[in-house]
Every structure is written in C-alpha cells, then in structure tokens.
C-alpha cells in the first residue's frame, strides 16, 4: 500500500518533469531500495523513466537513512544528504540523488489544470499569505515570551548577562588562586 502510493505520487511528478525522466532512463531495468527503518520502498525504472515496483528482491543500489536523522529532513533534503549510506551502484546513485533532490511539486500548475491559471494563482497567493501570517504570528509569540520571561518574570537568563556572570566567576576564581598562592608562601616563610 506504501509502496505503490509513494510510486503514484513520485511517477506524478515526473510527469511534469521531462528532465529527470531523461536523467532516469537510461538505467531502465535497474532496481534501488530506500531504506528508513522499518519502512522499505523499492523502486524499479521503467523505459520512459518513470518508476515502477521492484521486480528483484536484490536491487542494484541501496540507500538507507537512520531513523534519527529525520529531524535534519527540516532543512531540506540536502540537510539529509550526509546521513545516507548508499551502496551498489554509484551512477544509480547519483542520478537518484540528483532527481530526487531536484524534483519539486508546483502545486499552482497543478490546481491551474482544474480551476483555471488565474484563480490558482489567487488561491496559491492567499495560502502562502496565510502560511506567512502563521509563521509570523510564531515567531512573534515566541518572542514576545522571550521578553516576558526575561524582562518582567525574570526566568531566563540572557545571554550577555550570563557572559557577565561568567567573567566575573573568572576573574575571582583566579584572584582566588592568587591569594592561596600568597598564603601558602608566607605559610612558608614561618
């Protein structure tokens, strides 16, 4: 069920994307396995370069991500790009990691097909505006307890202030070591 619908959503995406179904094709026939433990997904590569079920249960390059580095996947997939391990294939590889990467989703093209090209640009406009508004509200909020908790209820310690603290604690641990240094000589001298 995973499998087929990832296939469908990424088979959908190359259909708007010539350049990566010619990047895809020429390795027709071949296999690759993504792993994320415990989810697996094999994709076969069909002539027009489009992807397919795996048709052998050994592909020929494999890709496993470690679990604990999905949070990194909120930087992007170049965030992710370090932790996979990949063997087999390295051309296989590359070419995968390359459209993989590069393949993006124009929602707005996509909706343009069933409402028309003005409305969707409309309707795309209003959702980033509104995704904006969400992601400033939070960061406002954030801030705003940011300051709340460090101005008026003093919970949180700023930065500077802390640099301070740590100075000073500096100073008077080696001020401190000075003076026991001192003591022990006159302690010697008597």
């Not at 296999?31 to 076969?44: D, N, R, S, W, Y």
């Amino acid at each position: 069920m995973f499998a087929s619908s990832a296939i469908a959503g990424l088979n959908h995406l190359l259909a708007d994307a010539p350049w990566a179904r010619e990047r895809l094709a020429p390795f027709a026939g071949r296999t690759a396995i993504f792993v994320l433990k415990p989810l697996e997904l094999g994709l076969g590569i069909d002539k027009d370069g489009y992807f397919s079920d795996a048709a052998t249960t050994e592909p020929d390059v494999s890709l496993e991500l470690p679990l604990a580095s999905l949070p990194k996947a909120m930087g992007g997939p170049d965030a992710l790009m370090s932790d996979i391990r990949i063997s087999g294939n390295a051309d296989l590889a590359d070419a995968l990691g390359f459209v993989l990467r590069k393949l993006r989703w124009d929602g707005e093209e996509a909706l343009s097909r069933v409402i028309g090209d003005i409305a969707a640009h409309r309707a795309v406009g209003t959702v980033r505006s509104l995704a904006g508004w969400h992601r400033q509200t939070a960061q406002n909020l954030l801030e705003n307890l940011a300051e709340y908790f460090g101005e008026e209820q003093p919970v949180l310690v700023k930065r500077h202030a802390l640099e301070d603290f740590s100075r000073t604690t500096t100073v008077l641990r080696d001020d401190l070591a000075r003076l026991e240094k001192r003591l022990r000589k006159l302690e010697s001298r008597n």
